[in-house]
């Protein structure tokens, strides 16, 4: 209905938006009743194991299946195109040949007697050190940008008056920091590996995809198996993580369908936890040389900057648009260079480019406060810069300030502050204080909704979305039940199949904004509809009438009203059925983009051990309009506790020599366990002016400012910066023995 | 404090007061010497070598079941594959996420490093029983404070935190704190399962 007007409830009409609302399947994980594609059993089905590349870089001389054929309980072996003789692997782990048995062991066995020769080829993984990267070779452009104030002349040479320009704003400059920082690569490291457990029925395909790209992956799977993507169905009821890792088939998937097919049985086929953390998966590398000058205020007047960064095996990297990060000094110089390395390849990582980019540059504006004996809190509030001219990402340095101000006290950082290594040690404990600050995008996906509203009063929808941990289900289901004026549990919404209408990957924090769109839309336009047959009914004009608790009524007239089964009687014998749509970037009353952050650590370290314990983390999020306040929270506490994660435990360790990536298993993945979180605090900043631009997606934001919010607590604690995360106890000794304060 | 676990017919002499006698460790290190001489007296009489596939009944969650397992099949797959109780989790072939967590005579073990073999005369409950029409406090309270996000570790965190409450009832946001870092979460519930323990304290259940 085209003249349907779209709009949220205001606050105080609210029932169920921003309130506080239970998942309604957290039951069903909490007893293990939901079931993951991992989970999926088919009668007669096998279980499939892959054989991994143990090497780096090397080519493919031979490979022999007999032995794995002849094993006792291995049904198939599938061998892949890169074990063909002459084919190059590029990256350990990358799969080599499938097995698939009756049993996990007869296929691990299977594997294990494949025979494969490999000849040796040069590796390089050190991505860490450019010069080395640059002698091997593995080093490429990645683009830059250089903006001054003042302009050449028409006579200057350009690069010329560059140099000369730089080295004049230095000179101005009363304040010059200079360092290197960095951030390891660390893997996505879903606890649901990839995979998929697939049947044919007939010509047919049904796979159960651990997928955050329900209604795009039906195409992969038809693509690679030259079938019609009628022909396909891709489920997920439930996916154990993705983080940006699952948004495709894989060829993995492909050749689960194809054993299937081979062998006429159902067939499950998951990375087992070394692969998952080898190949399915990483967050690049980026490691940075920064010089910059400020004014006598702490205002950064000319930054420089030359990062280096690697995604891997297939390049890419960390974009130069994105340094320094929200900040934006009026002059910059700042280039990107890609390395490639013999790694798995990277894949899209919650906020891609931005968490690696605000720890490799907020880490060098809190290092001007500690050069100038200055509080962090003042220097990043100088540098906002003002509404009209904002930096990366264009959030209003206004909401920044305002954010900042709350955290502050929910921090009480006045009261902890402390300048840089200057605070009281306990003992060899020493405690600090750090922020920094962030934005997202956050613009509503493409998303589709097929409303049903039967004549008995039941309600449900469906939509090719997945809940890949937002609590999806349960937003779909707040946003009918807000807009119909009835409880939850009196709507039900089927997500999870490709066969529903198509909705966007869950990538990019776009999940809720786009759900909340098509089922706001969807419910508005049955609501119109009912309307009309109630006005009938009621002798009252439809738009004179409201949904609220469960009951159409008249506005002001609340006892001319019907129930909602004696409305949705009216509907007549067959379901009204009203199907609505949202195109990703269309102006819209329901949703919007750009978000803020603020974010505090306070951390104490010990310098004897270098072991650091995290005391009290403060994030305050503008999120637009929330949804479910329930789930959202939980957003933020898990983006902190993944940020905490990366910022103190998590790394992806080389051997520089063989290129092996040593600690492939989650005994020595290190992430953070419940002992190690602190305190959280998350705050919404949700004044009315940000509430009224509607949804905007909350996934990405919160785990950006980590990284460097709890580097700048530990160089306040310290005095000295530990460059480059994760700041594990080896590396704040090192740090501390470099400057001789050990 | 009520027993929480769902216990049924056969399992219903299994008691959490013989798991509360003594520490944790001795129990289990005691045990594995137990096995351990039994092992050696079975292999010495050359009755108990098993090769194969071979028939042996397991006690999960109060049912006798008849499964077929190889020496080398573990728990973890024969609840999965053959019973198609698919709450506990494969996540890392070592037992370091937690996730694979089951009572095995009151005892929280890790599924993927028990072979299926050595469970047998061993009282297994698994998420599963904690189910059901009346779910136990923990998964409640799980559900109450939005302690899963994906949902994957989940099941294995609440097996985890019933065992962990079950032998200390009156634990403290300290001792849950410490006492709980067995479980990893990727999506980072645990700010929600703490705040779950806590409650599941306070309920006294």
Known sequence: MADTQYSWPSRDDAKLLGKSITRVDSLAKSTGAAKYAYDINFPKMLIARGLGSPHAHCRIKSIDTSAAEKTPGVVHVHVLDLAKPGSEVQWQGELLAIVAGESEGAAAEGVSKIKVEYEMLDVFVTDSDLAAATEAGRTSKGGGKVQTEREPGDDDDEEEFL?????????????????????????????????????????????????????????????????????????????????????????????????AQATGRPVKLMLDRDQELKIAGSRPSGYIKVKLGADKDGVVQVWDSEHWTSGGATGGGISHGVIPYVFAPKNYRRNAINVKTNLGPARAWRAPNHPQACAITQTAYDDLARQMGADSYDVFLKNLGTDDKPGVGGAKPSVYAAEMEIAAK???????????????????????????????????????????????????????????????????????????????????????????????????????GGVSESHRRAAQDALAKLFELAGKKLEADPAALEAVGGRIRVKGDPKRSLSWKETCTLIGMRPLEVTASFKRGTPSPLSNQTVGGVQMAHVTVDKETGVIKMNKFVAVQDIGLVVNRKSAA?????????????????????????????????????????????????????????????????????VISPGAAISNAVCNALGVRVPVLPITPQRVLTALQKTGRA | MTDSWKCSDAAANFSRRDFLRGSSAVAAAASLTAAAVQADAQQASGVAIVSGATGISLDVNGKTHKVSVEPRTTLLDVLRYQLDLTGAKPVSGDGSSGAATVMVDGKPLCASTLLAVACVGRKIQTVESLGGAKPDAVCLAFAEHDATQCGFCTPGFVVAVRAFLDKHPQATEAEIRSGLNGNLCRCGTYANVIQAAIAVVKGGK
């Open chain 1, 163 to 259: 140099t000369k320009e730089f080295d004049r704003l230095f000179k101005e400059s009363k304040y010059v920091v200079e360092g290197t920082y960095g951030v390891d690569a660390i893997t996505h490291c879903c606890l649901e590996p990839h995979g998929a457990t697939v049947r044919w029925d007939g010509k047919s395909l049904l796979a159960y995809l651990s997928t955050q790209n329900v209604s795009g992956t039906d195409e992969g799977f038809a693509n690679d198996l030259k079938i019609a993507a009628d022909d396909v169905e891709v489920r997920c009821d439930y996916i154990g993580g993705g983080f940006g890792s699952k948004f495709a088939p894989d060829y993995w998937g492909v050749a689960a369908a194809k054993i």
């Open chain 1, 410 to 512: 929910l921090m009480d950082w006045k009261a902890k502050w402390h300048p840089h290594g200057k605070g009281q040690a306990k003992g060899s404990l020493v405690e600090g204080l750090g922020m920094a600050i962030h934005t997202w995008g956050g613009g509503a996906n493409d998303s589709n909704c097929l409303l049903k509203i039967y004549p008995d009063g039941g309600v449900e929808s469906f939509c090719g979305t997945q809940d890949i941990g937002v609590g999806t289900r349960t937003v779909c289901m707040i946003v009918l039940a807000e807009t119909l004026g009835l409880p939850v549990e009196a709507v039900k919404a089927n997500i999870g199949s490709s066969k529903y209408p198509v909705s966007g990957p869950s990538g990019g924090s776009t999940t809720v």
């Open chain 1, 634 to 702: 939980s957003q933020v506490y898990g983006a902190v506790i993944m940020g905490i994660a990366y910022s103190l435990f998590e790394q992806r360790i080389t051997d520089p020599k063989s290129g092996a990536f040593l600690n492939a298993e989650l005994r020595d993945y290190k992430l953070a366990r419940i002992g190690d979180i602190g305190e959280i605090v998350v705050e919404f900043y949700e004044p009315d002016s940000e509430r009224q631009r509607g949804v905007i997606g909350l996934g990405e934001p919160p």
